[in-house]
T-cell receptor
């Protein structure tokens, strides 16, 4: 059973640019959550999508957005990049059925560096 | 009220020793407490989880102890091995929320010396 796949694994952008990250969840998983990981702030919840709808949102500015497609694949976008956006962006999928919703399987992440 | 506080930030243990990581939460609505293990270059992986209706859960060398009245829970790694060297995160959420939103602690970097 394939795991959660995130692309690209590494990318470098400059301030002001925008970036799109992709996540393919485990087959059958309908929920995709995104997290930002930094040394100073740890793992912070960005948002969650379920059946193409945003179900939860963390405390991040509107520059951070996402979407989910009918096949459960998800993308997140960060516009007008700032130096502080440099982080590891993690995607996690879950079955989202009953108590299984809280059992997250993470991908390896996309490492974003903003110069 | 949404915070989960984790300590210590880093930990060095000799091979064969016991590693102990502590977490404290504030929101009494939390009722699911997983621990994740993360190796360099990898995403976090679920290690073990506990619900507040039990005081202890053991899986192999890993044990979670839960103190509901103190709103604290801890991870014990018995007979620590160099392969256990990783970053450990505790987390909390409400099962009924049926959501992928977990509140994570800040993480503990564990180094097990041979």
């Amino acid at each position: 059973k394939a795991g959660v796949t995130q692309t690209p694994r590494y990318l470098i952008k400059t301030r002001g640019q925008q970036v799109t990250l992709s996540c393919s969840p485990i087959s059958g998983h309908r929920s995709v959550s995104w997290y930002q990981q930094t040394p100073g702030q740890g793992l912070q919840f960005l948002f969650e999508y379920f059946s193409e709808t945003q179900r939860n949102k963390g405390n991040f500015p509107g520059r951070f957005s996402g979407r989910q497609f009918s096949n459960s694949r998800s993308e997140m976008n960060v516009s007008t990049l700032e130096l502080g956006d440099s982080a590891l962006y993690l995607c996690a999928s879950s079955w989202a059925g009953g108590t299984g919703a809280n059992v997250l399987t993470f991908g390896a992440g996309s490492r974003l560096t903003v110069l | 009220q949404q915070q989960v506080k984790q300590s210590p930030q880093s930990l060095i243990v000799q091979k064969g020793g016991i590693s102990i990581i502590n977490c404290a939460y504030e929101n009494t609505a939390f009722d699911y407490f997983p621990w994740y293990q993360q190796f360099p270059g990898k995403g976090p992986a679920l290690l073990i989880a506990i619900r507040p209706d039990v005081s202890e859960k053991k899986e192999g060398r890993f044990t979670i102890s839960f103190n509901k009245s103190a709103k604290q829970f801890s991870l014990h790694i018995m007979d620590s091995q160099p392969g256990d060297s990783a970053t450990y995160f505790c987390a909390a959420t409400r099962r009924a929320s049926n959501t992928g939103k977990l509140i994570f602690g800040q993480g503990t970097t564990l180094q097990v010396k041979p």
